[in-house]
């Protein structure tokens, strides 16, 4: 099964969180539920949770059939869109989604960024090779948070796929917290803090910050709001 539940209100939710997990580049075995990747999202799944949106959240997760990307075979994108059309199928397709992936999961949530029923991206420290494709992203919300010290998917490469996607009439903000890791680890409060921020704002609980709200709006080969420092709109953290 593709979906799998983390919290399902029992009346209609205000909008659902789909949740996908990193992986890596290569690899055919099934995850365990003791994966890293799988464990690491579970305090963003809590942080969520403790928002003000509360129970009225659905969470969601991706449940990945193989560990890796797997080349042209996409294996992490191809059950995103499953599970996506699982989820749409069970809450209607007018329920507001919002897609969060980290590192192989980011990239699949780009990938199928953009499904009608999403109503934006959440994409922490991506894998964004050369040459992703990103005409799907077009009148698509995204929202890229990487570290400057990511040693494993280069912060360079996020930027260059959101300055390609802002081209194509993506709205695009990216955000960057400086001394942190691809595990987010270092500086873990901040990217749970930020991360829910963002998911409620594009579900529409509570404003963007002005910053990613102009952001936003730069179209076009403008850069401004790709770089952005969290002292600018979000508490620092530790």
Known sequence: MSLLWRHRPAPPPAGVVLVLHGGEEHGTRPPSRLNPPLQRMRPFERALRRSPLGDTLGVAEVGYRCRGWNGERADAAVDAE??????????????????????????????????????????????????EPVMQLADRRVLIVHSDEDRVTPPGESLDLAARARTVGAQVARCVISGSDHAMVRRAPTWHRLTTLLTGALLGAWAFPEPVTKALARTGREADGLDLRLPLWAPAGR
């Open 82 to 131: 499953d599970a996506l059309a699982e989820l749409v199928r069970e809450v209607g397709p007018g329920m507001p989604v919002v897609l969060l992936g980290h590192s192989m999961g980011g990239r699949a949530a780009l990938r199928i960024g953009g499904h009608t029923s999403v109503a934006g991206v959440v994409a922490l420290a991506p894998w964004c090779p050369n040459n």
